[in-house]
């Protein structure tokens, strides 16, 4: 992680849970961490207890809806202007709703899609640097088991197509990134069951529901994805770090 020090990094969905372990690693490496949210202050004092812990990275919250393209657009435009641009993307923020295909609402739909794959972020970060072709970026985006096995529930099903979307469109750019030459890497982690926030958003008129999830299983904790994500930075500049 040596050579990441002092890089910037973007973290999107930096509130809580992954995103938020996420951003803490990346800062405890010495990353200078944009962390975005649409609500930022949660993130505003997870910058006040890194900097309180001494850590030689900074944690730099920014007001951003995914949902919103102008928003997006006005973040990366400020990055560019502020840090020269995204060396590390870390495409994290996601959400589920309980609609299912054939009876779901298309506005739930629509909002699963935008926030999880989170296609502008990603074009933005890959074009946010004026040499891409001699400039070291990493892409990482954050999916899920549910984007290579369909959970039998009715209300998982369109998160789970959200999910496969982003393990393909991953492996796509992975491709073509690859086949472009360009010293830029993208990889999809894709973790099981994480005990987060997640489940109590999801079903937040039946907290019970949410809590059995966590549960019923063996959860992995936020921190473990963040170790998962310091491993991709690790890994060095020639290798390929593609999940099966």
């Not at 891409?132 to 099903?157: F, K, Q, W, Y």
């Not at 789970?160 to 982003?166: D, E, G, H, L, N």
Request: proline share 3%.
């Amino acid at each position: 992680m040596e050579r990441w020090k002092g890089r910037v990094a973007l973290v999107t969905g930096a509130s809580v849970g992954i995103g938020a372990a996420v951003a803490r690693a990346l800062v405890q490496h010495g990353m200078k961490v944009v962390g975005c949210a649409r609500n930022v202050d949660k993130i505003e004092k997870l910058a006040a207890e890194c900097q309180s812990a001494g850590y030689s990275g900074t944690l730099i919250p920014y007001k951003c809806d995914l949902c919103n393209e102008e928003e997006i657009l006005s973040m990366f435009s400020a990055i560019k202007t502020l840090h020269q641009g995204v060396d590390v993307c870390i495409n994290n923020a996601g959400l589920a709703h309980n609609e299912p295909l054939l009876s779901g609402r298309t506005e739930g739909w629509r909002n699963m899609i935008d926030v999880s794959t989170a296609l502008y972020c990603v074009f933005e970060a890959f074009n946010s640097r004026d040499v891409l072709l001699n400039t070291l970026i990493r892409g990482c985006s954050l999916g899920s088991m549910g984007g290579h096995r369909m959970v039998p529930s009715a209300d998982e099903h369109f998160y789970c197509a959200t999910k496969y979307a982003v393990t393909a469109m991953t492996e796509g750019q992975r491709q073509e990134l690859r086949e472009a030459k360009t010293h830029i890497r993208a990889t999809c982690i894709s973790p099981g069951i994480v005990e987060t926030e997640f489940a109590f958003r999801h079903h937040n008129s039946d907290p019970e529901r949410a809590a059995a999830v966590y549960e019923s299983i063996k959860c992995l904790k936020a921190e473990d994805i963040a170790s998962a994500v310091t491993y991709v930075l690790s890994a060095p500049a020639h290798v390929q770090v593609r999940p099966k």
